[in-house]
């Protein structure tokens, strides 16, 4: 996409972060200086990890991983060491590219993970959009058959799991994702304001930009008042969001007085976006959000309402061509049931994972005579339109971010006041889901939430951290002693 994108249109803006611009020809000559670097670091089929926020030097290290016949493997650099060293330790990745920001760190975990090359980035320092090598040769292209991408996703045993994906899946995706939402060539202008280290946003921001030759203006940080300057300022044309991101625009005092009508489409993704939302949205707007759904181990794109065509409310949608979705039943997975009916989605088609790296049980388990069993509840109306009803797993969406509470209570274990935790997810009108976590103290023991708080914040991303802590005498148990999750839900939700 990007050799095209450079070859047709090479002055047009490619990349754009504040009063910087970056054309596809000085794109493709920044990512074709850092691939040839990375081939001589790491060579192919290594693996490169990024720890960097947004910028157009992510955008440009994503790419270059890729050219060079590495698998880049994006990361949050928002992770505390606790988290990353197991996934670090997982994938061995040859060379580390992160924010100079977070430098001591950085080279700390590469010490202790024996990764071989750093390469610190950012304002102060080094930055990919002036590449020291200018005589490179041209971008080199990596086989439709090599791993592309290494993205890491929560396990619910705890352990992160590495999605494999091949470039032949992941173009495929981004053709099938243009088949429901077409693009207009080199008139789209895109708002990145998730993380690029993100599945959704590389797929609805990243590879949909150089796709159609688009404007990709990247945003170092989500803040609402910036995201409606943006839009205005550059007559933005898509606009990638999820319900938190769509809530806090309309919440905040200058969304009545922004111009928005440059909007021609939204995108709705990583939680359910509810119907009053949407409503609210394409009112005072204009222009229609369309809600999709999809995974990691899916390229990662499953189904969208299409943009041309019936979009139905509540519905993530019709499945993307050549993939076959279907809901079958939770217990033998083998079922087909009938229109209506709840059950996991299951999904076949050429954009699936190889599998999870060193995890032979859980990628058998998940795919399975050429199925990959989603562990989500949905079910299809006649029409073919896929409903999200529940999550088969123990996970929560929190801001669009995969939670696992198991991973969370085996933090709140590593205190020494703590004998029993349980964390659940509730429904959050604003974040789409957020945690409670239900701490039982050890007797003659005293702990209080500040301080479980601050444990728990020495160890986890922000957005893992539970909302609403709660210290009990007890824990619901079922007959074999277990804790009942299922009591505390509703316990929770009453208050």
Known sequence: MLVEAAARAPAHPALVCGDEVVSYAEYAACVAALAHELAGLGGPGARIALLMSNSPDIAIATFAA????????????????????????DAAPAVLIHN??????ARELAEASGIAHCIAVGEGGRRLTRPARTASGPLPLPLPDQLSTLQYTGGTTGRPKGVDLSHRAVAINVAQREALLPTEAER????????????????????????????LVILPRYRPEVVLEEVARHRITLLSGSPTIFTGLMAHENFAATDLSSLRLCFSGTAALSEQTLRQWEAATGCPIC?????????????????????????????????????VDTETGTRVLPAGEPGEIRVRGPQLMRGYRNLPRESAEALRDGWLYTGDIGAMDGDGYL?????????????????????????????????????????????GEVLVGHVVLRPGVSATVDILREHLARHLAKYKIPHDIRIVTALPKTAVGKIDKKQLRPAVGAG
């Open 66 to 89: 890729q050219a060079a016949g590495a698998q880049v493997m994006p990361l949050n650099p928002g992770f505390t060491a606790h988290e990353l060293i197991p996934i670090l330790a």
């Open 100 to 105: 100079l920001a977070i430098d001591a760190m």
């Open 188 to 215: 789209e202008r895109i708002l990145a304001i998730t993380p690029l280290y993100h599945v959704y946003a590389v797929s609805m921001g990243l590879y949909l930009a150089a796709n159609c030759r688009g404007t």
């Open 291 to 327: 809600e999709g759904y999809g995974q990691s181990e899916a390229g990662p794109v499953v189904s969208f309402n299409p943009r041309h065509g019936l979009r139905k409310v509540g519905s993530v949608g019709l499945a993307v061509p050549d993939t076959e979705v279907q809901i």
């Open 387 to 431: 409903f999200i009803r529940d999550r088969k797993k123990d996970m929560a969406i929190v801001s669009g971010y995969n939670v696992y509470p198991r991973e969370v209570e085996e933090v709140f274990y590593r205190h020494d006041a703590v004998l029993e935790a349980a964390v659940v997810g509730v429904p959050d009108a604003y974040r």
